[in-house]
């Protein structure tokens, strides 16, 4: 990251370079490339402070994977297996749209999914016993019943620190 324009009464931060997301499990890492045409070398910066601070002169170029001008909220992902091969790539704007292997995944114009019952699924999946929604605590605070709230989470927690016991009584 760096900030530009400290000398001006806007200071703009911007992002660049990497980042790298690691799955232990399923052996792959994800890299996401923040602002891929962000030239961050000795020419870019020189421009971006001689010419470039003029009107419309601080462009960023044509993005390389979309057919419109380079922003700075693009970005690349690659996600690599095991072997360091890459198996999937991607990019898209933080403020519009997520393609991965040239499949959209996501647009900023896409509906919102509807929100159900507390506790339903849309895809009628069953969640885990240990769901944050199934939390005794968890309705009367959507009714605001504050202080049957207050019970069921006390009785919880009375329960988590006697099954602590257990657990430590048995190593």
Same mark, same amino acid.
């Given at each position: 990251?760096?900030? &530009? ?5 806007? #200071? ?12 232990? =499990? %399923?052996?792959? =890492? /994800?890299?996401?490339? *923040?602002?891929?045409?962000? %030239?961050?070398? +000795?020419? /870019?910066? +020189? *421009?971006?402070?001689? =010419? /470039?601070?003029? @009107?419309?002169? %601080?462009?960023? $170029? ?5 057919? !419109?001008?380079? !922003? ?7 996600? *690599?297996?095991? #072997? ?5 790539? $991607? *990019? $898209? ?13 996501? !647009? ?20 885990? &016993? ?8 968890? @309705? ?8 049957? +709230?207050?019970? +069921? ?19």
């Amino acid at each position: 990251m760096s900030i &530009e324009g400290i000398l001006k009464t806007e #200071k703009i931060q911007v992002y660049y370079k990497k980042g790298k997301i690691t799955d232990l =499990v %399923n052996g792959i =890492v /994800g890299e996401i490339s *923040y602002n891929p045409n962000f %030239n961050a070398g +000795a020419s /870019g910066t +020189a *421009y971006r402070y001689t =010419v /470039g601070w003029l @009107p419309g002169m %601080n462009t960023l $170029g044509k993005n390389k994977k979309s057919e !419109r001008k380079a !922003r700075s909220d693009d970005f690349d992902i690659k996600i *690599y297996s095991s #072997k360091n091969e890459v198996v999937s790539e $991607g *990019y $898209g704007c933080w403020l519009s749209h997520l393609i991965i292997d040239e499949k959209l995944f996501w !647009r900023i114009e896409d509906e919102l999914p509807k929100w159900n019952d507390f506790g339903v699924l849309n895809d009628g999946t069953k969640i885990l &016993e240990s769901d944050t929604r199934n939390r005794q605590d968890v @309705p009367p605070m959507i009714e605001k019943n504050w202080e049957e +709230a207050e019970k +069921a989470k006390l009785q919880l927690e009375e329960q988590q620190r006697k099954d602590k016991k257990l657990r430590a009584s048995k190593k």
